[in-house]
């Protein structure tokens, strides 16, 4: 998986790209990124009628975090 770092003025975020990405989310963000507590979900139309679900589930998996959509 490929990570981007998106810098703003007062912030900066991981952006993780990858193949079959989905099936690494629950443990990526249990043990790399628990110290996160909100995560942003950007997508379109077409990628999310195919994935969007898939990404809320594995979501589900980990802690109670917020997921912005």
Do not use: F, W
């Not at 079959?20 to 507590?37: M, R, Y």
């Amino acid at each position: 998986m490929e990570s981007i770092q998106i810098k703003t003025a007062s912030k900066q975020y991981p952006v993780l790209i990858g193949k079959k990405a989905i099936n690494e989310l629950p443990e990526l963000i249990t043990h790399e990124l628990n110290h996160l507590n909100k995560i942003l979900i950007i997508t379109d139309e077409k990628v999310a009628a195919l994935h969007l679900q898939t990404v809320k589930d594995a979501l589900i998996k980990t802690e109670n975090r917020s997921c912005i959509m």
